[in-house]
């Protein structure tokens, strides 16, 4: 098992990505390409003292940095670390890509690289969330931002696939995000899709809102990417700020801090509990190979796990269970 | 200056919503219309021990509860508190509206009762969110979930009227929800809009992420009714859920619930400064009238908060404004 890690993609790269690295062989046992500057990622492989044969470099002399232009970069930078690095699964050199790089860049990559599945027109990118009931999966969050109803529905399917086979849940409940439960709310474009869901073999419980994604109503919610987008985005910012405003209270007076001290360990609970990086990385499904992309911010710990889902997919021989339940 | 106060709308009526009326008639010294049930109004406002003047009640038989359809109810239930406290309005017995109700039935019920401004070819809710930068106006978080990019543009013109004489911000600035910030991103829709608001005089600043919701990154967000809905409720389900999760790791251990109790001064401060019913109601902007729609949960403070907000639309010549913006 070979997993290709993009060692430039993420705010922290290459740094964070090599310790992450590092940290998934030494744990999982599992092969790691790293894809980059070479000269770096050896300075970095030393300076966290790993000098073993699971971790190989493959020299890349570009970066799509962040905010490039997704489509123009990957035709343009044929060195970058993601071209180089989808290269080596298109070619069966490698199992599977993770990178925390530029998101529509992978997406854009893996999609005329990779190829699609057999009955996916077009890829959707999951994530898991921390819920009041457990975990939610969530999909699209970003890869189509103007989806056909049917290609709602194909994203419903390997939702479904991923929860099952690599969440380990049966039967998994899907609820189609929408402005209210009633059947007849929403734009045209949810009503089409909510008729296809019906007709589904899909265990479909019908519109689920806004509020039901923390509360752990059902296993997948289904949106588009620009509504999905945009529900993550603020989720993060919102628990960032109330991280904010919360210290700021606690920190304004002799008691609060005395007792933001006494409550550190309970405070590192919390933070854990809701913390994206125990979960890794969000897969990309859809594309003919096994795609993982990792948060901007990512740090050691979410690398690691993310190249830890990766390898469950593999050994799991994901695709062919979404082809299965395409068909 | 007559304030009619459905008080048969939203989780807690009537109770909260007599309690809230009382307190606002105290506080800011403005009449109050309570249109419902006459024999239970008079019940609670004894109850409340108020027997003063400022308070009328106008019986209404129906109700349309939280989650009947809009617009049948709306033609359907003549003598709901919604439909007979909007017509107050419309014939001059009052100069504003508010209800915590079913918010569809309320949208639909002014718009078709009061009519829209010149110019103005549909509503738009908008919400004043606490950011880490002080406070954000959102619109439209679900009058309209499918608009046109014109329609966003007469909600950009409303929203910087609002914030301008509302909430006394001089230039606001504005920024277009969408999943980049760079001008290429973005379904087709959204481009358009953006080219719309380019060539606007509104103080345009671009795209903003979902991120930057609460960060204060501008003064107000502009964004289709099916977006703002989805990013609201989330919103609100998240803080919920992080209360939850914080509240459970606090009282994990006998430190904690020490903590808790030491810490409580400052917890209150905390939710203070997150909470929804500082702000009370949402503006309904572009109707012929002032309406102000209240969250179902409202409790007594974010009523009495919302009567206030109609309070001063209505003292400051609010709709006066939009249509000089408008021209």
Chains 1, 2 share one sequence.
Do not use: W
């Amino acid at each position: 098992m070979k997993i290709v890690v993009d060692a430039m993609g993420g705010d922290y790269a290459p740094e964070v990505i090599i310790k992450g690295a590092v940290a998934a062989v030494c744990e999982y046992n599992t092969e790691v390409i790293l894809v980059g500057d070479e000269a770096k990622i050896n300075s970095l492989l030393k300076k966290n003292k790993y000098s073993g044969s699971l971790i190989s470099v493959c020299p890349s002399t570009e970066v799509i940095a962040m905010h490039d232009p997704a489509a123009a970069s990957i035709r343009r930078k044929r060195d970058s670390s993601i071209v180089v690095g989808l290269n080596l699964v298109k070619e069966g050199k490698a199992d599977a890509f993770f990178s925390a790089g530029n998101t529509g860049a992978v997406v854009c990559g893996a999609t005329l690289g990779l190829g699609l599945l057999p009955g996916i027109e077009r890829p959707g990118i999951g994530i898991v969330i921390p819920t009041l009931k457990g975990i939610t999966f969530i999909i699209d969050v970003g890869a189509n931002i103007d989806p056909k109803p049917t290609q709602m529905l194909q994203n419903g399917i390997m939702a479904d696939a991923y929860v099952k086979h690599i969440l380990s849940k049966a039967n998994p409940t899907l609820g189609l995000l929408n402005v209210g439960e009633e059947e007849s709310k929403g734009t045209e474009f949810v009503k089409e899709t909510h008729e296809l869901l019906s007709h589904s073999k899909l265990n479909f419980i019908g519109n689920v809102e806004g509020r039901d994604l923390f509360s752990g109503k059902c296993d997948i919610i289904l949106c588009d990417g620009f509504v999905g987008n945009v529900a993550l985005k603020v989720s993060e910012s919102l628990a960032e700020a109330m991280q904010i405003f919360l210290k700021k209270h606690l920190l304004s007076n002799f008691i609060g801090k005395l007792g933001a001290v006494l409550l550190r360990n309970n405070f590192k609970k919390f933070k854990k509990e809701m913390d994206y990086s125990e979960y890794g990385g969000a897969p990309l499904l859809g594309v003919n190979g096994v795609v993982m992309i990792g948060h901007g911010r990512s740090n050691a710990k979410a690398i690691k796990n993310a190249i830890r889902a990766a390898k469950e997919e593999v050994e799991r021989k994901f695709n062919e269970k979404i082809m299965e339940a395409i068909q």
